[in-house]
């Protein structure tokens, strides 16, 4: 039964992207000071994004470490992984976690012209929509790399385009120590820190957080740091 809500889905959005990019030259321009590295300065929050296109075995451990906390991240979900993992996504949003857009195959942006850059944005969105009900709203960019047709095609897709203030690069550096460090050095409220599923990262992640705590701190979604403009 998912299965076929999932193929229908896909080629709902197959079909409406073949219409709704025949426009794309006529999109307007959009600035880069549109792209968002860092939030509100003024709440005492900070964002955990968690990057997801592999390393799903870590998820479970990290979602209690959130929950153990009291803490909410945004996980930007690639189309792909979410295919083949309907549970897991769905466990994240019902524990309250924000789903944000990481494109289907990781591809970079600033590689694609307007119509890939929909493709990739739109066919994410309509899975995840599939699967949760939940549409989201924002983009985070694979590799954070994006070009004008990205930024062009989340004008259009009515998505905002998410980077980092803070990379723990956990995915090159397999260090628990290192990510604290990365997570934490001179943090202060408004900072955007990036992770992924790996198993040091689910290691670092208590000490990550308890160490907000401590600085009177608070984890959460990127949508509550980041100015409520409308794009």
């Given at each position: 039964m998912v299965c076929n809500v999932l193929i229908i889905c896909m080629l709902c959005a197959l079909l409406a992207i073949t219409i709704g990019t025949q426009g794309a030259h006529s999109v307007f321009a959009v600035s880069k000071s549109e792209v968002h590295y860092s939030g509100r300065t003024d709440t005492n929050s900070v964002a955990v994004m968690i990057n997801v296109y592999w390393g799903e075995e870590y998820l479970p451990e990290m979602l209690q470490t959130l929950e153990n906390y009291g803490a909410k991240a945004t996980f930007f979900i690639g189309g792909c992984w979410a295919d083949d993992n309907?549970?897991?996504?769905?466990?994240?949003?019902?524990?309250?976690?924000?789903?944000g857009n990481h494109g289907y195959f990781h591809k970079d942006g600033d590689k694609l012209d307007f119509a890939g850059n929909v493709r990739e944005i739109r066919s994410t969105n309509a899975?995840?929509?599939?699967?949760?009900g939940i549409t989201p709203t924002l983009f985070a960019p694979p590799s954070g790399a994006y070009g004008q047709d990205t930024l062009n095609a989340c004008r259009q897709e009515g998505m905002r385009v998410i980077m980092w203030s803070k990379d723990t690069i956990d995915w090159r550096d397999k260090d628990a120590d290192l990510v604290v460090s990365r997570a934490t050095d001179g943090v202060q409220a408004g900072d955007m820190i990036l992770m992924h599923p790996t198993a040091h990262t689910a290691s670092a992640l208590g000490k990550i957080l308890e160490y907000y705590r401590g600085q009177g701190l608070k984890a959460v979604t990127v949508s509550e740091l980041i100015p409520q403009e409308k794009i």
């Open positions: 309907n549970s897991l996504l769905m466990e994240i949003a019902e524990k309250g976690h924000e789903i899975l995840i929509a599939a699967i949760t």
